[in-house]
């Protein structure tokens, strides 16, 4: 892998960490609907499939997904929110989560040596899709076991 690959890898990674340590100190208001906006994000890169360019077959799609959506599994478990004293519900720290974060990461790098024959846009979008698939279920879990904690007053 490129050092400028790597670097910013680690530098993203770093920052989903901050963020979610961050997010542990701050309560959730309103709804939880931010918690949903990442599908927002997400949506636009689902463009890159129309690309004439790009030649994935429906079956590596599929698998993508699905392979993606195996990997939502922890991250949807490890995924918990309290309500505290004050009587906001926050995101629980959890070092499970943390170690499921580095598990994907060293799984994403460790599967991009495996699959360096391929095109960079077709490997890119095959990673794209596997986060797609395991960032959509376990944020939209996420919003119900929010919604459900909020509900429980």
Do not use: H
Not at 5 to 20: D, E, K, N, P, S
Not at 28 to 46: D, Q, V
Not at 117 to 130: H, K, N, S, T, V
């Amino acid at each position: 892998m490129q050092s400028g690959a790597m670097v910013m890898m680690v530098f993203v990674a770093g920052l989903i960490f901050w963020r979610r340590m961050k997010a542990a100190s701050r309560p959730i208001r309103g709804k939880g609907y931010r918690l949903l906006l990442p599908l927002l994000f997400l949506s636009f890169g689902l463009l890159g499939l129309f690309n004439p360019q790009l030649v994935l077959s429906t079956k590596e799609v599929i698998l993508s997904l699905l392979c993606g959506a195996v990997l939502s599994v922890p991250m949807i478990m490890t995924t918990n929110y309290e309500r505290r004293d004050d009587g906001f519900i926050y995101a629980k720290r959890s070092k499970a989560f943390m170690v499921v974060l580095v598990a994907l990461i060293a799984l994403r790098l460790a599967l991009r040596s495996y699959l360096s024959g391929l095109d960079p846009a077709e490997l890119g979008m095959l990673f794209y899709l596997i986060a797609v698939g395991y960032i959509v279920p376990w944020r939209v879990a996420s919003y119900l076991k929010y919604r459900k904690l909020a509900l429980a007053k």
